[in-house]
T-cell receptor, first 115, second 115 residues
Framework: AQSVAQPEDQVNVAEGNPLTVKCTYS??????LFWYVQYPNRGLQFLLKYITGDNLVKGSYGFEAEFNKSQTSFHLKKPSALVSDSALYFCAVSPGPAGSYQLTFGKGTKLSVIP | GAVVSQHPSWVICKSGTSVKIECRSLDFQATTMFWYRQFPKQSLMLMAT?????????EQGVEKDKFLINHASLTLSTLTVTSAHPEDSSFYIC???????????FGEGSRLTVL
């Protein structure tokens, strides 16, 4: 069975500093990896995905993520954090296209960017 | 990306009543939609996969007679919580698979509170 681990419940970072939200995964075969962001009482917004190709994936709002197959990781990064980045971030994995295969989410990491 | 609309955003009902939540794919036809449930400070749990023109596929542990799903058209799926009880209070989110590369796009969610 596939699984996602987000080891940090909360990440605090000062505005302007780089941020990293960690994610490791377990899945059979080649992973489809996703990051989503959720603001309070809102649905999830798609940030970026990795399917194949370049290990560094660039997404919305200046976020990027690096796929590391040997470490089975897909950490989310941003060079300079904004207060508006404060939200709940979910990493997700599926063994194929998310519409055809079940998407499994991590438990989420709350990011707080301190002014 | 796909635009997904959910209605209502918030609903409060008395115990024993039924509540219907609508999920609409606004800009493309979705043969498959997904219903998730999210408890406070927890991740998303897939409840069921809604298939247009056929019966929904429910995840293990989800009562199909309690959570009725209807996907009568390519743009609309409904989730009806029947005989709601306080433990059904939760945040319900629907999603559709993107038309191109298999990521999921989510509605804004519907918060149900059962008194």
């Amino acid at each position: 069975a596939q699984s996602v681990a987000q080891p940090e419940d909360q990440v605090n970072v000062a505005e302007g500093n780089p941020l990293t939200v960690k994610c490791t995964y377990s899945v059979s075969g080649n992973p489809y990896l996703f990051w989503y962001v959720q603001y309070p009482n809102r649905g999830l917004q798609f940030l970026l995905k990795y399917i194949t190709g370049d290990n560094l994936v660039k997404g919305s709002y200046g976020f990027e993520a690096e796929f590391n197959k040997s470490q089975t990781s897909f950490h989310l990064k941003k060079p300079s954090a904004l207060v508006s980045d404060s939200a709940l971030y979910f990493c997700a994995v599926s063994p194929g296209p998310a519409g055809s295969y079940q998407l499994t989410f991590g438990k989420g990491t709350k990011l707080s960017v301190i002014p | 990306g796909a635009v997904v609309s959910q209605h209502p955003s918030w609903v409060i009902c008395k115990s024993g009543t039924s509540v219907k939540i609508e999920c609409r794919s606004l800009d493309f036809q979705a043969t498959t939609m997904f219903w998730y449930r999210q408890f406070p400070k927890q991740s998303l749990m897939l409840m069921a996969t809604s298939n247009e023109g056929s019966k929904a596929t429910y995840e293990q542990g989800v009562e199909k007679d309690k959570f009725l799903i209807n996907h009568a058209s390519l743009t609309l799926s409904t989730l009806t919580v029947t005989s709601a009880h306080p433990e059904d209070s939760s945040f319900y989110i629907c999603s559709v698979s993107g038309p191109n590369t298999g990521e999921l796009f989510f509605g804004e969610g519907s918060r149900l509170t059962v008194l």
